[in-house]
């Protein structure tokens, strides 16, 4: 009776948590409703990402307390299955964001998409651009990580905690610093 009880007041919230993002974003616009899913528990933002266009696989822990930039929904965000995204990340959704199986996104990473220098006069050399970032699965990011726009995080790829990656990690390598460089290769036969 308890279980039934509490799953009845989850589904409540969650369906309230919606209402509630979807009277924000018609009454205030997206960036307003936007803002309110860093208050949201865990289980009303899966919903609510996967309602407004968010591919979320399988078996998937998505921590409440996330950050989305330069988006009028979530299609830019692709989560395959069994992958695990910490408090506090940032994600800028000015171009797909590729998450494949099995990932995990420790707290306060950051992934960025885009580059944009503003009205500076370096715009002439640094236009506006775009670019997707994909993190190919078994791959893992550390602690207050950054990924930069571009990169492929490639198989098994392992981000040692506070790096800035500003380029392609090969599979199963291990990188970190700033800006992340390659420690050693991991032996995939103890992986497997």
Request: charged share 20%.
């Amino acid at each position: 009776m308890k279980t039934l009880l509490r799953e009845f007041l989850s589904r409540l919230l969650i369906n309230y948590n919606l209402f509630f993002f979807n009277f924000k974003k018609h009454l205030f616009g997206f960036e307003i409703a936007n803002t309110y899913l860093s208050r949201l528990n865990k289980n009303s933002l899966l919903y609510i990402l996967k309602k407004n266009g968010a591919k979320i696989g399988l078996n998937c822990d998505i921590e409440s307390h996330l950050f989305f930039h330069n988006c009028n929904n979530y299609l830019n965000l692709i989560i395959g299955n069994n992958c695990h995204v910490g408090k506090n990340c940032f994600f800028d959704l000015s171009e797909k964001i590729i998450i494949e199986d099995n990932v995990t996104i420790s707290m306060c990473s950051t992934i960025i998409t885009h580059l944009d220098v503003g009205k500076s006069n370096l715009k002439k050399c640094y236009p506006i651009t775009k670019e997707k970032v994909c993190i190919k699965r078994n791959s893992y990011i550390g602690v207050n990580s950054t990924v930069l726009m571009g990169v492929t995080l490639n198989e098994g790829s392992f981000i040692a905690a506070g790096s800035v990656v500003t380029g392609d990690v090969l599979t199963y390598t291990l990188v970190g610093g700033i800006p992340a460089k390659e420690i050693k290769k991991l032996n995939i036969n103890i992986l497997e």
